[in-house]
């Protein structure tokens, strides 16, 4: 019988819970990463693509937080902070 990394969902043997090394350091920093609400805010409204961008990796940066994690966190927020559903 087999279930399923936590991170990536593949399937894996029941005595693992993730994947790789990789997948196992990326679910953890998923869930230590918080991103503040008035950071998001100036991102989406005030910022350009260009600037947005160059925040997320000073962000990043400063926090030893891998970018694309720190990306996904961040669309999650606005999703969850003004996205109307």
Known sequence: MKHSCQNCSKPIPLTKVFCSKDCKEAFFQKIAISI??????????????????????????????????????????????????
Not at 38 to 47: Q, S
Not at 66 to 75: A, D, F, R, S, T
């Open 36 to 85: 503040p609400k008035p950071f998001v805010k100036r991102l989406y409204f005030f910022c350009s693509e260009e600037e947005k961008e160059k925040e997320i990796f000073n962000f990043a940066k400063r926090h030893n937080w891998n970018k694309k994690i720190v990306k996904e966190k961040i669309e999650e927020a606005y999703n969850l902070y003004y996205e109307c559903a």
